[in-house]
Each structure stands twice: as C-alpha cells, then as structure tokens.
Nanobody, 123 residues
Framework: QVQLVESGGGLVQAGGSLRLSCAAS????????MGWFRQAPGKEREFVAT???????YYADSAKGRFTIVRDAAKNTMYLQMNRLKPEDTAVYYC?????????????????WGQGTRITVST
C-alpha cells in the first residue's frame, strides 16, 4: 500500500510562489511514476505535471515555464515549485502515483492519491 501526503498549500497573491510537497511511503520512488493534478471548484480534475522514476518530466501547457516538478528519492518526497502564480491556478492540488509508464495525463491510470492541498491565488 502506498500513502501520499501533500502539504504546502495556502493563500498567495498573484505573481507569488509556493512549493508543494508530497511525502510518499514505501518504495514508491523506485517503481512508480508520480504526478500532480489539480481540481478547481466545478471543474474536472486536471493534469499538471508528471515525473518518471528516471527523472524525466512532462508538463501541461498551463504549467510549462512556471512550475517545476522535482523528486527527492532519498526523502521519498516529490515537490512542485510553482512560480508566477495566477488566479486561475486556484484549486486543490493532488499528488498521485502510477505504475504505468504511459498515460501521464490520465487520472484513471493512477493507483494512489493524496488527500489534496488547497491553493488560493488572489488578485
């Protein structure tokens, strides 16, 4: 069983930065690809970024150039550094883990999810 716990959410002004953390239990990092998703009120869950165990990364267009996903295998922790935040980034952010090497942007292919952490970006 894999457990994921997010932290680091909060209220930030537009243009500011936040760093989210996702602490994982077990040997997650050696066998799973990890991802970040977000869900705004009234909207479907949306892919943000993913990191394979190799260290390769892939970002949604909305995240490119502003967000960076980092894995620290020694700490079994994944981070999402978010810069130049916009009001439209307001959402609950979830980290997730999947075995599959494909389907990075498909939430149904992720087996494990954290509880989410809320980010509010004010104007």
């Amino acid at each position: 069983q894999v457990q994921l716990v997010e932290s680091g959410g909060g209220l930030v002004q537009a243009g500011g930065s936040l760093r989210l953390s996702c602490a994982a239990s077990g040997r997650t990092f050696s066998t799973y690809a990890m991802g970040w998703f977000r869900q705004a009120p009234g909207k479907e869950r949306e892919f943000v970024a993913t990191s394979w165990s190799s260290g390769s990364t892939y970002y949604a267009d909305s995240a490119k150039g502003r967000f960076t996903i980092v894995r620290d295998a020694a700490k079994n922790t994944m981070y999402l550094q978010m810069n130049r935040l916009k009001p439209e980034d307001t959402a609950v952010y979830y980290c997730a883990a999947r075995r599959s090497a494909v389907g990075a942007a498909t939430p149904q292919l992720y087996e494990y999810w954290g509880q989410g952490t809320r980010i509010t970006v004010s104007t």
